[in-house]
Nanobody
Framework: VQLQASGGGLVQAGGSLRLSCVAS????????MGWYRQAPGKQREWVTT???????SYADSVKGRFAISRDTAKNTVYLQMSSLKPEDTAIYYC?????????WGQGTQVTVSS
């Protein structure tokens, strides 16, 4: 499985961005899809996950501001980010799990200016 993320960029604080991630080479149904992020000098942290059935969970730091969704038929996951803060600046990584292996995308940079 290969994951291709897109949609990152530079935005002012309070703005919005939408990330997308498409999975290709899928053989077994993908169970979980989600996003992680890694800020400069920090460890990678979990942001949000959506199950195949549509159940979602969020890190406290983004709850109420970020929304994850997926198009199961297209093996695509989206992350709508609103009310962005400078502390949201990071490389955002797409993640997928098909119960046999875990996969990572290449990451997309999100920079929020104050």
């Amino acid at each position: 499985v290969q994951l291709q993320a897109s949609g990152g960029g530079l935005v002012q604080a309070g703005g919005s961005l939408r990330l997308s991630c498409v999975a290709s080479g899928v053989i077994f149904p993908i169970n979980l899809m989600g996003w992680y992020r890694q800020a400069p000098g920090k460890q990678r942290e979990w942001v949000t996950t959506v199950s195949r059935g549509g159940s979602t969970s969020y890190a406290d730091s983004v709850k109420g501001r970020f929304a994850i969704s997926r198009d199961t038929a297209k093996n695509t996951v989206y992350l709508q980010m609103s009310s962005l803060k400078p502390e949201d600046t990071a490389i955002y990584y797409c993640n997928a799990d098909d119960l046999r292996a875990n996969y990572w995308g290449q990451g997309t940079q999100v920079t929020v200016s104050s």
